[in-house]
């Protein structure tokens, strides 16, 4: 197996043509390069959670996702790495596998499939130890990795983070990753999220809990630019991240960050920044699932 190293990590500006003039700069902080599967946010969720798991003498990793979920796949495969087995409780009962949860089978992940109404139960207590009976000595990383050594681990994240950069960019799911990095960054770092799903909005409170009293402002999530919803893309999306590939030679993922990028352009087009701003994009990853979209990608 390939090992998961921090140090492939590179920041890489973006051309100058992309922006026009409207800000200073615009990077991107490649954590995509770290690794094929177990990329970007969601190693640095897992890395705190697993070590803990190992130490304190567990014998199984359990988890939560759907089947197309870049965190169950990355649980797969880093948990093989830390020799600790893996379950994971899938949303939805499917005919076939999906690429994704082929890839989890591949690394030696069990998977135990409920109905979307039953997954709807994943942060009751009651029916978490229920699915988790049936395995000895048991550690839980939440949906996303959505725990407090999750938020931890993602905040390791700024140490890529140069102060220097006056806003911060990141694509938002479970909010984790940018908690982590809010509780972390310098105050006057402004962080925008962009949420991939509609109505996303609604996820400022239950992020804003868990932020620092001294660090919960100066960020705000943007939601317009899901594409119909999470997992929902069209043609404009697909153009888009083929030119910004031609251009800046950077691939993009369906789900996460061509809608974070999209919406950038967007408030730069709306000259929501001033000349002197200076933005870092975080690539997140996510590649492995474009495998869909493949065949409509230059890259
Ligand atoms: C999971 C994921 C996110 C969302 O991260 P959260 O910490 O859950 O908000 C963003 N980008 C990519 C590529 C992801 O796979």
Request: hydrophobic fraction near 40%.
């Amino acid at each position: 197996m390939v090992t998961i190293d921090e140090r492939l990590a590179v920041i890489q500006p973006l051309h100058k043509f992309w922006y026009k003039g409207k800000v200073l700069g615009i990077d991107v902080l490649r954590l995509d390069l770290i690794h094929p599967i177990v990329s970007g946010n969601k190693w640095f969720k897992l890395r705190l959670n697993l070590a803990n798991a190992v130490d304190d003498g567990f014998k199984t990793v359990l988890t939560f996702g759907g089947g197309y979920s870049n965190h169950l796949v990355a649980t797969a495969y880093a948990a093989k790495k830390f020799n600790i087995p893996a379950v994971a409780i899938v949303r939805g009962k499917y005919d076939k596998l999906t690429p994704t949860l082929q890839s989890c089978v591949e690394y030696g992940m069990e998977l135990i499939f409920v109905t979307q109404e039953e997954y709807k139960n994943n942060e009751q207590p009651d029916w978490i130890r229920q699915m988790a009976a049936h395995f000895d000595d048991i550690y839980i990383i939440p949906e996303g990795g959505a725990n407090e050594l999750g938020r931890t681990g993602a905040g390791l994240m700024d140490r890529f983070i140069d102060k220097n950069y006056t806003h911060i960019a990141i694509a938002v799911g479970s909010g984790t990753t940018l908690i982590g990095l809010r509780n972390k960054l310098k105050r006057q770092q402004y962080i925008i999220g962009f949420v991939p799903m509609k109505e996303g909005k609604y996820m400022e409170q239950s992020i804003n809990k868990h932020l620092d009293k001294n660090k919960n402002t100066n960020w705000h999530l943007q939601d317009e630019w899901h594409f119909g919803g999470f997992g929902k893309w069209n043609k404009e999306l697909i153009t888009f991240m083929n030119e910004f590939y031609d251009l800046n030679k950077i691939p993009l993922d369906i789900v996460y960050t061509s809608k974070m990028m999209y919406g950038l352009n967007q408030l730069l087009l709306d000259n929501y920044f001033i000349s002197t701003d200076k933005i870092l994009c975080i690539h997140s990853g996510g590649l492995q699932g474009n495998i869909s979209v493949q065949k409509d990608l230059i890259y």
